[in-house]
């Protein structure tokens, strides 16, 4: 059994900045990827930035330059930084994790519940 809490969103003027947190939780064995992913209304759920255990990182064009992915593998967290934000970041933001639930068993994807980031004046 495995828990992602979201935390963070909320309602900024454009030009500001939020720190989205993911925490995994529950039986966890190895973690690999982390990652976060953004869907607005009406549209498809799109990959906004990845960390990899190996430490690497990788951004969507979009917001290259103005968001920051970090994790704190002592705590099983992920952040996402969001600087300089626009009107057209509005969506709703998931966590992605990577990750065994038991060493010898095959990895699964699991989804946080989601936090709304709306940016707007």
């Known amino acids: 059994q495995v828990q992602l809490v979201e935390s963070g969103g909320g309602l900024v003027q454009p030009g500001g900045s939020l720190r989205l947190s993911c925490a995994a939780s529950?039986?966890?064995?190895?973690?690999?990827?982390m990652g976060w992913y953004r869907q607005a209304p009406g549209k498809e759920r799109d990959l906004v930035a990845v960390s990899t255990s190996g430490g690497s990182t990788n951004y969507a064009d979009s917001v290259m330059g103005r968001f920051t992915i970090s994790r704190d593998s002592a705590e099983n967290t992920v952040h996402l930084q969001m600087n300089s934000l626009k009107p057209e970041d509005t969506a709703v933001y998931y966590c992605n994790v990577k990750l065994k639930t038991y060493y010898n068993v095959p990895y699964s994807h699991y989804w946080g519940q989601g936090t709304q980031v709306t940016v707007s004046s």
């Open positions: 529950g039986r966890i064995a190895s973690l690999y990827d």
